[in-house]
């Protein structure tokens, strides 16, 4: 029984979809005026995990990302490099497509942006004029946060509280013209010389928080079943979509509500973040580590837990995915001479961890707890494989299990070409060299074999091989 932690009602819910076998999840993604950092790559690497394990539990997930290619920050960005602001937006789309791919993220059902649903949320915002819940002003448009009732649940504050923390997001002069500090904006009237669009209060652009409220509830409904993002969008931004969104169509907006935690560095545990200047880009980090690597280490994490980035981490990642590329390798070699059939005790060894795996997934994606059952079904593999004589259905089911899981990880291994003509001969000749004790011919041919990436184990089966 699938439960998810809802920060809505902190609490653990069992998952009831609105269709059944369907799911509707919507994630925040990135305003994009610079490469990601790992603290994007991580919210973006969680909610994939939950994705793919919906979808290995038979779900079809419509899975709905947005980009913020209108802000701010993207119009600084542009004015300092001469450059258009969506031109600029697009550059780093493409390069967050890019690195995402790299670090194994399926692409989202749809990844709408802001600047193509001008006339969406300029309808929506309409509507919330009609109900009285949004009023103009000279320009600017904006939500009255009084009259939403529920306004603060999500971040489990009221009014009161939250309103010194909103007037930290708007300026003196913006904080004037409203009919309260707390009230946020729905539309902005355009500076000179910035992107802008008509509208009719005038040339301008929509503030943050109406986008996603618009894009989540043109593809995928009034209602979803989940909202997801990093634990910093609580408030104000999903607090807010809350608001708008339930003020506009009377209805419940998300069902369930999933937040990750942040990504963090030094010793002081500081949460890494590009207003910090603390952030490493994932641009970056890709010259020089393994993506696969850089996947695992930030998908082993339970969603809702931080994560430390460091070196050593990350070194532990590497080692503990060699020993599950390993154990495929080892099944993958066995299956040249098993023999037909399955083995009884091995199916019912692997239904056992099957069991295992699901009911620690199941428990609001405890991947922690998943990745236990991951290893302790990779020992029974290596233990499988040692043995004199296996069974070929056996070991098909072996490798078959653990790529099924560690693609909800997002990890894959590349296929394992074991009868490369050219390693096979030196293999030959090697074993040739050694059966006629010409050791140092037998040692010369394992070293170029070595310096070329191919690592040589001697079995009772024969001399094996694998890439390094």
């Not at 922690?368 to 593999?381: F, I, R």
């Not at 394992?416 to 059966?435: K, S, Y």
């Amino acid at each position: 029984m699938l439960q998810l932690y809802n920060t809505l009602t902190r609490r653990k819910e069992v998952f009831k979809p609105l269709v059944p076998g369907k799911v509707r999840m919507y994630v925040c993604g990135p305003t994009v005026y610079n490469y990601i950092h790992i603290g994007n790559a991580r919210s973006a690497i969680a909610f994939d995990t939950i994705r793919r394990y919906f979808e290995y539990r038979g779900y079809q997930v419509d899975y709905v990302s947005n980009f913020t290619d209108v802000d701010d920050k993207i119009i600084n960005a542009a004015k300092a490099e001469n450059v258009a602001p969506l031109a600029l937006a697009q550059r780093y789309i493409d390069a967050f497509m890019a690195d995402t791919a790299a670090i194994g993220i399926e692409p989202a059902t749809a990844h709408p942006r802001a600047s193509a649903m001008i006339p969406e949320i300029i309808a929506f915002i309409q509507a919330l004029i009609a109900k009285g819940y949004a009023y103009a002003v000279d320009g600017d448009v904006y939500y009255r946060v009084r009259k939403f009732p529920h306004y603060g649940d999500l971040a489990h504050k009221n009014i009161d509280e939250l309103e010194q923390g909103a007037s930290q997001h708007t300026a003196d002069a913006e904080t004037a013209r409203k009919e309260d500090p707390i009230d946020f904006a729905l539309w902005k009237g355009a500076k000179p010389g910035e992107i802008s669009w008509a509208s009719p209060w005038g040339e301008g652009r929509p503030g943050w928080h109406i986008e996603c409220s618009v894009m989540a509830t043109t593809l995928l409904g009034d209602t979803i079943d989940i909202h997801a993002g990093g634990q910093d969008l609580e408030f104000p931004h999903h607090t807010n979509e809350i608001a708008q969104s339930e003020a506009k169509t009377g209805k419940k907006f998300a069902n369930y509500w999933l937040h990750n935690g942040f990504v963090t560095v030094g010793d002081d545990d500081q949460k890494m973040s590009k207003s910090l200047g603390n952030f490493i880009t994932v641009h970056d980090i890709l010259q020089t580590v393994d993506p696969m690597v850089l996947r695992f280490l930030m998908a082993g994490t339970q969603y809702r837990r931080p994560i430390r980035y460091s070196e050593a981490g990350l070194q532990e990642a590497a080692r503990n995915l060699e020993k599950l590329h390993n154990a495929d390798t080892n099944v993958a070699y066995r299956l040249k001479d098993a023999q037909a059939g399955a083995d009884a005790t091995v199916t019912a060894q692997v239904a056992e961890k099957q069991a295992q795996f699901i009911a620690a997934m199941d428990d609001d994606f405890n991947v922690q707890n998943g990745l236990a059952v991951v290893y302790e079904l990779a020992k029974l593999m290596n233990e499988y494989a040692a043995a004199t004589t296996v069974a070929a259905e056996s070991l098909t089911l072996l490798q078959t299990t653990l790529r099924d899981w560690l693609a909800i990880f997002g990890v894959h291994f590349a296929a394992t070409e074991l009868l490369d003509a050219d390693v096979d001969e030196l293999i030959q000749q090697r074993d040739a060299a050694r059966a006629a004790k010409d050791f140092a011919k037998s040692d010369q041919i394992r070293d170029e074999l070595a310096a070329q990436g191919i690592l040589l184990e001697d079995t009772p089966q024969g001399t094996r091989w694998r890439r390094k």
